[in-house]
C-alpha cells in the first residue's frame, strides 16, 4: 500500500509541475508537498465515505487538509475517479500512514527530523485586514514596516484603528514555532492574542500584553520586557541578536520566547498558563518607533 500512495504521490507532483510556476510563487518545498497530498487526500475522500470500514482518524485527515483556504486556492479542480472496493481496502489498512503523514503536514514536514522547538516550525502569513494605517505590509505578506504616513486601506472590523499592530491569518492549536528577524531602535512588539482581542479603540483591551487575551515581548536595542495583563516584566537577558524564535504548545499551555543568535537557541522567557483560545502570532509598534520592522522568517 505504501507503493501505491507513492505513485498516487508522484502522478499528483507531476500535475502540479506542469501548471505555471508563477502560481507557487514563494511556496517553501513543505508547502508544496502538503498541497500534493491535500490532492491525494481529496480524490479519495469521497470513496472512503462509501466503505463502513472507515474508522474516524481517516476523515480527520481528510478535514485537516480542507481548513486551509491558501491550499484550497492554489490546488485547483479535483479530478474524481471511482474506486474499487479492493482499493478502498487498501487505503483502509494504510489509515496508520495516513496518520503519520497527517503529523507531518501539521508540523512542517521534512524539518520534524530537527531536534528541540524547530521541529514545529509553522509557515505564517499577515492578515492585511488587521494591519492598522500606520503600518505597510511586504514580501508577500510576510514582513510589516512602521511608517510615518496613513496607509489609505479600507475600513474593516478586524483592523486595528489606535494601536499599530496587526495579527497573522493563522491560528496556532497544537505546537508551533516561528522565528522572526526585527528592526528599530524603539518597542516592537513580538506577541501572541486571541483573535477576540478588541481591534477599535485605545485601552488596555487593544494592545499587545495590556490585556489577559495576549502576551508580548517588548524588544528594544538593549533590553527585553515581558507583558501580559497590564503587567510588565524587565527581564535580565540582553539582545544577542535581531532574531527571536517563539514556540506554543498550546494544549499544554506553554509559550517560550527564545534569542537566537547564528545556530544557538538560547532561553529569554518562558511562560505557563492555560490557554481558553486558538493563538494568534501578532506584531507590534511603540507610536514613535517609525521605520521599525519584523519579518517572518
Not at 78 to 95: D, F, G, L, N, T
Request: one cysteine or more; a positive charge.
Amino acid at each position: 500500500m505504501r507503493r501505491e500512495l507513492l505513485c498516487s504521490h508522484n502522478s499528483v507532483f507531476l500535475g502540479l509541475k506542469n501548471r505555471r510556476s508563477a502560481d507557487f510563487k514563494g511556496w517553501n518545498l513543505d508547502q508544496i508537498r502538503k498541497l500534493q497530498w491535500i490532492v491525494i487526500l481529496e480524490e479519495v475522500k469521497s470513496n472512503l465515505k462509501e466503505s463502513p470500514q472507515v474508522s474516524s482518524p481517516w476523515y480527520s485527515v481528510c478535514e485537516d487538509s480542507e481548513a486551509d483556504p491558501a491550499f484550497t486556492k492554489k490546488r485547483g479542480p479535483i479530478k474524481r475517479r471511482s474506486w474499487s472496493k479492493q482499493e478502498v481496502h487498501a487505503v483502509v489498512k494504510a489509515e496508520p500512514l495516513a496518520l503519520k503523514t497527517r503529523d507531518c503536514l501539521d508540523h512542517g514536514g521534512e524539518t520534524r527530523i530537527t531536534a528541540g522547538p524547530r521541529k514545529y516550525v509553522c509557515f505564517l502569513t499577515l492578515d492585511p485586514n488587521t494591519a492598522h494605517t500606520h503600518l505597510i505590509l511586504s514580501e508577500e505578506n510576510r514582513e510589516v514596516k512602521s511608517v510615518r504616513e496613513n496607509q489609505p486601506y479600507p475600513d474593516h472590523p478586524d483592523r486595528f484603528d489606535y494601536d499599530p499592530q496587526v495579527l497573522c491569518r493563522e491560528s496556532v492549536c497544537g505546537r508551533c514555532y516561528w522565528e522572526i528577524d526585527w528592526s528599530g531602535n524603539d518597542d516592537v512588539f513580538i506577541s501572541v492574542s486571541y483573535k477576540s482581542i478588541r481591534r477599535k479603540g485605545r485601552g488596555v483591551e487593544c494592545e499587545f500584553g495590556s490585556s489577559a487575551q495576549s502576551w508580548s515581548l517588548i524588544c528594544d536595542s538593549s533590553s527585553f520586557i515581558f507583558s501580559h495583563n497590564n503587567t510588565r516584566t524587565v527581564l535580565p537577558v540582553k539582545p544577542l541578536n535581531r532574531r527571536i524564535g517563539v514556540f506554543v504548545d498550546h494544549s499544554a499551555g506553554t509559550l517560550i520566547f527564545y534569542n537566537i543568535y547564528r545556530d544557538t537557541m538560547s532561553l529569554i522567557h518562558s511562560v505557563q498558563t492555560t490557554f481558553t483560545e486558538p493563538l494568534c502570532p501578532g506584531f507590534g509598534f511603540g507610536f514613535l518607533s517609525y521605520g521599525s520592522s519584523v519579518k517572518l522568517r
